[in-house]
């Protein structure tokens, strides 16, 4: 089955800053690989979806970027917010979600 | 719209115990997932129902852990008895369909289950 590692490292950021966080997988290039967002003490929200055939997705102040050539992909934060403090998933989409254990990001202001 | 409802929100029972978790999805969401996020990890699915039936039970400990949707909607999942390793966060989730293709997950607020 598909093993999904993130930076284990917690991210600290200052307001306005970009922040990037890494999701690897280790076997087949899925066809779709998803980004979450978790606050503490709730469920992960959907994010962002980046199928194997793109190379980058947009979201207002979100990228996501899709290199099945390193099997990764790269999740951009730009001109972060203290709002944006929370834990970030990597899910892999092979019939199931298998997602990694998360970055967790916080923002000083 | 309402979002996906768990209850309880908390349990704390002792090992060898027995403790159920209840999940009332999105209306109109054929798809119900049930996953297990351990502290420090990413969710775990349990198992994924398609209306009442099971598609994958691949990782549920069938040993301990049942669960149900008997009429489609609603779900409970079951632990009996409870060991010290199952003290986790279990997570409901639904979306319009889960068989082919992307389809949105929504999840609960998850119920935080501590084994003593």
């Known amino acids: 089955s598909q093993k999904i590692e993130q930076n284990s490292e917690a991210l600290n950021i200052q307001e306005g800053k970009t922040a990037t966080l890494t999701c690897n997988y280790t076997?087949?290039?899925?066809?779709?690989l998803q980004w979450y967002r978790q606050d503490p003490g709730r469920g992960p929200v959907f994010l962002l979806l980046i199928r194997e055939n793109e190379k980058e997705k947009r979201k207002e102040r979100l990228k996501v970027t899709f290199d099945t050539t390193l099997k990764q992909s790269l999740f951009h934060i730009t001109a972060s917010q203290p709002a944006d403090s929370a834990t970030y998933l990597c899910a892999t989409d092979d019939y199931k979600l298998s997602f990694g254990a998360g970055t967790t990001v916080t923002v000083r202001a | 719209e309402a979002g996906v409802a768990q209850s309880p929100r908390y349990k704390i029972i002792e090992k060898r115990q027995s403790v159920a978790f209840w999940c009332n999805p999105i209306?109109?969401?054929?798809?119900l997932y049930w996953y297990q996020q351990i502290l420090g990890q990413g969710p775990k699915l349990l198992i994924q129902?398609?209306?009442?039936?099971?598609?994958?039970d691949s990782q549920l400990p069938k040993d301990r852990f049942s669960a149900e949707r008997l009429k489609g909607v609603d779900s409970t999942l079951k632990i009996q008895p409870a060991k010290l390793e199952d003290s986790a966060v279990y997570l409901c989730?639904?979306?319009?369909?889960?068989?082919?293709?992307?389809?949105?997950?929504?999840f609960g607020p998850g119920t935080r289950l501590t084994v003593l």
């Open positions: 209306s109109g969401h054929a798809t």
């Open positions: 129902f398609q209306n009442n039936g099971v598609v994958d």
């Open positions: 076997n087949y290039s899925p066809a779709y």
């Open positions: 989730a639904s979306s319009t369909d889960g068989l082919a293709g992307f389809y949105e997950q929504f």
